[in-house]
């Protein structure tokens, strides 16, 4: 099973931009598929995007879809989530996972077997 190790959260201000790194080790990263979701205080957890593992497809939620950029380097074992125009809004803790299940991502966290400590993100106003 892969393990998974989030990098890259921190504090922001509004309209400011962060890059999330999702470092794999323990299995070769390649044949998952990879997302990211966030939970925010006295919410559940969410789905923000993810990635099919040959990235030829990717996926956001509404509600980042123009800000934020899923990638991955396979070569490097690491996933990325490049954050643009961050709102308060977007403050949350930030998880990788990563699942082998089906033939592309999925928005589901249920589909994800692998996941990350989190990494928290804050964006001030």
């Known amino acids: 099973q892969v393990q998974l190790v989030e990098s890259g959260g921190g504090l922001v201000q509004a309209g400011g931009s962060l890059k999330l790194s999702c470092a794999a080790s323990?299995?070769?990263?390649?044949?998952?598929?990879s997302g990211w979701f966030r939970q925010a205080p006295g919410k559940e957890r969410e789905f923000v995007a993810a990635?099919?593992?040959?990235?030829?497809?990717?996926g956001y939620a509404d509600a980042v879809k123009g800000r934020f950029t899923i990638s991955r380097e396979n070569a490097k074992n690491t996933m990325y989530l490049e954050m643009n125009n961050l709102k308060p809004e977007d403050t949350a803790i930030y998880y990788c996972?990563?699942?082998?299940?089906?033939?592309?991502?999925?928005?589901?966290?249920?589909?994800?077997?692998?996941w990350g400590q989190g990494t928290q993100v804050t964006v001030s106003s």
């Open positions: 996972a990563a699942s082998l299940y089906g033939s592309t991502w999925s928005r589901f966290p249920g589909v994800y077997g692998a």
């Open positions: 990635i099919n593992r040959m990235s030829t497809d990717s």
């Open positions: 323990g299995s070769t990263f390649s044949p998952y598929h």
